[in-house]
């Protein structure tokens, strides 16, 4: 079991990485198109992290029993991170309707956005040898967007261009710009709770469940 979930890891990887070139080829066609732009997306980075999260999480299902405590802090973070970024996209998705611009969804988009962050968490909530994470892990959670968040508006102000529309001036008001980070780091801290939560349940797939008085 601990093998299978090592190459099903290395295979959501290679998946990841396959949508990350495919969205690149994809965004070179946009006028506004510039690597650094590319590169300073949440979704990117917390996808790039995410590649690192399974390939490291393969070679420990591959090489030891159980997952160390470091690794699966590292883990609920960045599966917070991308399950976050799935969920902003498609508010982000549904919010186009209203306004005056169009959101194409390539099938990088649903990738990155959508079926890695939904097998990322199937991996987390099905493991069996990830260690128990305690809630304190929300003193750090917001660490990393807020670092985030700063450095793009810095750079949004200076570039005059911003990954997403509730970060600039020109389509939304202070007050609704707080909102919209207000709304995302309350999901950030609540999903991160949840991960922290489930290390305390032992949730077994259909696979390894038996009859009872069978299979002893």
Same mark, same amino acid.
């Given at each position: 079991m601990?093998?299978?979930?090592g190459?099903?890891?290395?295979l959501?990887?290679?998946?990841?990485?396959?949508?990350?070139?495919?969205?690149?080829?994809?965004?070179?066609?946009?006028?506004?198109?510039?690597?650094?732009?590319?590169?300073?997306?949440?979704?990117?980075?917390?996808?790039?992290?995410?590649?690192v999260?399974?390939?490291?999480?393969?070679?420990?299902?591959?090489r030891?029993?159980?997952?160390?405590?470091?690794?699966?802090?590292?883990?609920?973070?960045?599966t917070?991170?991308?399950?976050? !970024?799935?969920?902003?996209?498609?508010?982000?998705?549904i919010?186009?309707?209203t306004?005056?611009?169009?959101?194409?969804?390539?099938? !990088?988009?649903?990738?990155?956005?959508?079926?890695?962050?939904?097998?990322?968490?199937?991996?987390?909530?099905?493991?069996?040898?990830?260690?128990?994470?305690?809630?304190?892990?929300?003193?750090?959670?917001?660490?990393y967007?807020?670092?985030?968040?700063?450095?793009?508006?810095?750079?949004?102000? !200076?570039?005059?261009?911003?990954?997403?529309?509730?970060?600039? !001036?020109?389509?939304?008001?202070?007050l609704?710009?707080?909102?919209?980070c207000a709304?995302?780091?309350?999901?950030?801290?609540?999903?991160?709770?949840?991960?922290?939560?489930?290390?305390?349940?032992?949730?077994?797939?259909?696979?390894?469940?038996r009859?009872?008085?069978?299979?002893?």
């Amino acid at each position: 079991m601990r093998t299978s979930f090592g190459i099903g890891r290395l295979l959501l990887a290679a998946v990841q990485v396959a949508a990350l070139v495919g969205n690149f080829d994809y965004v070179l066609g946009f006028a506004t198109f510039a690597t650094g732009n590319f590169f300073s997306y949440f979704t990117i980075q917390s996808a790039i992290a995410a590649v690192v999260m399974f390939v490291v999480g393969a070679v420990l299902a591959l090489r030891t029993q159980e997952d160390p405590p470091w690794f699966d802090l590292f883990r609920s973070l960045v599966t917070t991170y991308i399950i976050v !970024s799935g969920i902003v996209f498609a508010l982000m998705v549904i919010q186009s309707n209203t306004r005056d611009y169009r959101i194409d969804v390539p099938w !990088s988009d649903q990738v990155l956005h959508f079926w890695v962050p939904a097998f990322a968490l199937l991996d987390w909530l099905f493991d069996p040898h990830k260690a128990r994470v305690s809630v304190r892990i929300l003193r750090w959670v917001a660490l990393y967007p807020l670092v985030w968040g700063v450095f793009t508006l810095v750079r949004g102000a !200076s570039v005059g261009w911003y990954p997403y529309f509730f970060l600039d !001036s020109a389509q939304v008001t202070p007050l609704e710009m707080l909102l919209y980070c207000a709304i995302c780091l309350l999901i950030i801290v609540g999903i991160t709770a949840t991960l922290a939560a489930t290390t305390r349940v032992h949730l077994s797939p259909w696979w390894e469940r038996r009859e009872p008085g069978r299979g002893r």
